[in-house]
């Protein structure tokens, strides 16, 4: 059985796993694309932007983080994906607003935080403004900024180029409404100005307060919203000359506070992220041979007397880079000690837990 829940901020909408306890394979943890590419259609699979896993932490984090986009790659950050993370975390933890967790990604270090109001407001690091960092070939202006004009359709755009991690190319535009947006999305995309590929953004600005942007996410095409893009376009826009250093971001799907006090400085993000239904995965969408493992782990289960198994799990953390051997050994152990009755009851328990603080914050903002 693997559980799941589906969360979204803005529209962005996420498959997240719950393995902070190393309880996770191999095959999940570090998944083939391809699965990935399943589970995140939205016809054939759950649907999703993308997969995010809890994990346990490498170094002086509370947890990791990993997101896949909807393609299978995988995204060193995601800032409505860490918003939804930190809520999901709430929701399973029952945690008060003021809750903040280290969460380490590819990024750096990023830090959630759940206010009153159930939004969360994230510190999402300084920007990576060195164009080897972003990476982009495109060389940084007297500000600092790297920006050039890319050729696209027989157009020639102005653009610039942000690192929050992952990379982003923000382009200023005088109508959002008449771009041809998939056109210059999907080239901007696999511009090779840009090594690793590069989400696009591109931006309409209605005052110094007040940005639009229409997004095409690297991996995942036309997204509601992008949290790491709405941030590179507030520095991207400050460094133009074209916005103050706190500005709202609008979104296709809703809006959101970004704020920056400067080059060395974390960029501040507060947005929603919101739960949308909890499930298990159909045996059938598991990856290829893990469901064979289990299959079998299943039938010796069914051999234990009852009664011979004692009630608590062994829950200890394990590191989730262990071999796929030790993790079946592991599996094989936590099966053999606990009954079917008790597996049941701690699903149950943790789905009824994470339900009932997820109204009971509710009720009380
Ligand atoms: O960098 C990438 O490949 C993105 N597609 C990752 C996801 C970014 C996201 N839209 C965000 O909110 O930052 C989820």
């Given at each position: 059985m693997l559980a799941f829940s589906k969360y979204q901020g803005l529209g962005n909408d996420f498959i997240l796993m719950e393995g902070r306890g190393g309880q996770l394979p191999a095959a999940i943890h570090s998944p083939d694309p391809a699965w990935v590419q399943r589970i995140c259609d939205r016809r054939f699979g759950i649907g999703g932007d993308g997969l995010i896993l809890a994990l346990p932490p490498q170094a002086s984090g509370e947890l990791r983080m990993r997101i896949f986009n909807a393609d299978g790659s995988e995204a060193e950050m995601c800032g409505n994906g860490?918003?939804?993370l930190a809520r999901f975390l709430?929701?399973?933890?029952?945690?008060?607003?003021?809750r903040c967790w280290p969460i380490e990604t590819p990024a750096g270090m990023i830090v959630p935080e759940l206010q009153a109001d159930g939004q969360i407001r994230v510190?999402?690091?300084?920007?990576?403004?060195?164009?080897?960092?972003?990476?982009?070939t495109l060389h940084?202006?007297?500000?600092?900024?790297p920006?050039?004009?890319?050729?696209?359709?027989?157009a020639s755009l102005p653009v610039a180029a942000v690192g929050m991690g992952n990379p982003h190319v923000v382009v200023p535009v005088s109508d959002l409404a008449t771009i041809p947006f998939e056109e210059w999305g999907s080239s901007l995309e696999i511009d090779p100005a840009f090594p690793a590929k590069t989400n696009v953004h591109f931006l309409q600005v209605h005052s110094r307060s007040q940005l639009e942007i229409r997004v095409w996410e690297r991996g995942a095409g036309p997204t509601l919203a992008c949290g790491t893009g709405a941030c590179a376009t507030l520095v991207a826009a400050v460094l133009l000359g074209l916005s103050d250093r706190a500005a709202t971001v609008v979104l296709p799907g809703g809006p959101l506070e970004i704020s920056w006090a400067g080059p060395t400085e974390s960029v501040f993000m507060t947005g929603p992220a919101e739960a949308v239904f909890d499930g298990v995965i159909n045996?059938?969408?598991?990856?290829?041979?893990l469901n064979d493992t289990l299959d079998s782990l299943e039938r010796q289960q069914e051999q234990v007397p009852v009664g011979a198994a004692s009630a608590e799990p062994a829950t200890q953390p394990v590191d989730d880079d262990c071999s796929e051997a030790e993790a079946q050994a592991r599996v094989q152990a936590f099966l053999e000690s606990t009954s079917l009755d008790s597996m049941i009851n701690i699903a149950t328990e943790s789905l009824e837990q994470r339900t009932l603080s997820r109204f009971q914050r509710?009720?009380?903002?």
């Open positions: 860490i918003r939804c709430a929701d399973s933890d029952g945690d008060a607003a003021g510190d999402m690091g300084a920007p990576f403004l060195e164009p080897s960092s972003v990476p982009t940084a202006n007297e500000a600092g900024l920006a050039g004009e890319l050729q696209v359709g027989g045996p059938e969408l598991m990856p290829a041979g509710d009720g009380q903002a």
